[in-house]
């Protein structure tokens, strides 16, 4: 399945109202752990599960960004829970001398592979993923077995790179994978995990969709983004915000430092980002492929594979 939309209805897309997808209210957050070897250890890792409000239409993993935490991207787990999904969002180390962190310091591949490894196991009661739901007390006799994957800035990275490890070496667990959302996409400076996830996912009809800002600093001036537009060749990839600020993925959930180094999250812009990931998130569940063209325009850029 490959999402595609005209200029239109991209736009319109955008200036949705947020009462048109907001159901019941979910519940708080419920903090837990997930544990993830590494070398010869085990990361006992903070994570947070969302659950909504009656039967999940889904699962999805929401990874942050780099030198954040899962506490950064609560506003929109909380957006997620309360459309109806359920919310797994882990804290993923930016510093470990065994090369176990969210982006590429070195090689980080051998710790990716252990993070697509919770998704291959989750069906698996006994599994690392399970578990940790369990011991967060999310209460469900079975975790949802299809998955969207959100990732911003170095999350994206990490989501591309796990979808890919997905449809190389777990079947199962690729054929429940409905599609990746990725936030002002960053590449790491050092490997290549985008470039290997990217060629790997264009053979597929998985689709990947982007709410991308403006090149600058805090996006390594794009290059997520332009490496989604150099190897997946659709006719649509999402759109970019024109105003946008690197933070607008984490919103209200964002802090002092994330605003003092890469701006101030616009309101505007955040409920644009949130409406769309959220649009985009039920589109992938219900296999759907067009978008209604009935809301006024706003102000972002369609994207399109170059």
């Known amino acids: 399945m490959r999402l595609r939309a005209s200029t239109l209805t991209v736009l319109a897309a955008v200036g949705i109202a947020a009462a048109a997808f907001a159901p019941a209210a979910a519940g708080p957050p419920l903090p837990g752990t997930v544990d993830l070897p590494c070398a010869a250890a085990t990361l006992h890792q903070d994570a947070a599960w969302y659950r909504p409000a009656g039967t999940p239409r889904g699962m999805v993993w929401l990874q942050h960004g780099f030198a954040r935490t899962e506490g950064n991207v609560a506003a929109l787990a ?127 009809d998985l689709p990947v969709l982007t709410v991308s800002g403006p090149p600058a600093l805090c996006n390594n001036f794009g290059s997520g983004t332009g490496a989604l537009r150099t190897y997946l060749h659709r006719p649509f990839l999402g759109v970019r915000l024109i105003t946008g600020e690197h933070t607008d993925a984490e919103g209200a959930s964002t802090d002092t430092l994330g605003e003092l180094l890469c701006g101030t999250p616009q309101p505007d812009n955040v409920a644009a980002l949130q409406q769309l990931t959220v649009r985009w998130t039920g589109d992938y569940f219900d296999g759907s492929t067009d978008y209604p063209a009935d809301a006024a325009v706003a102000a972002a850029e369609p994207l399109t594979g170059t």
């Open 78 to 204: 909380e957006t997620l829970s309360d459309a109806g999904y359920l919310v797994f969002s882990p804290s993923l180390p930016f510093l470990n001398p065994d090369g176990c962190t969210l982006q590429n310091l070195g090689d980080n591949t051998a710790f990716l592979d252990q993070v697509a490894r919770l998704f291959a196991t989750a069906a698996d009661p006994t599994g690392p993923l399970a578990t940790s739901a369990a011991r967060a007390g999310v209460g469900l006799p079975a975790l949802p077995r299809r998955v969207v994957f959100i990732g911003h800035s170095a999350g994206a990275e990490a989501v591309e790179y796990v979808a890919h490890r997905l449809h190389a070496s777990y079947p199962d667990a690729w054929a429940n994978l409905r599609g990746l959302v990725v936030l002002d996409p960053v590449k790491s400076f050092l490997g290549t995990n985008t470039d290997t996830a990217l060629i790997d996912l264009a053979a597929t």
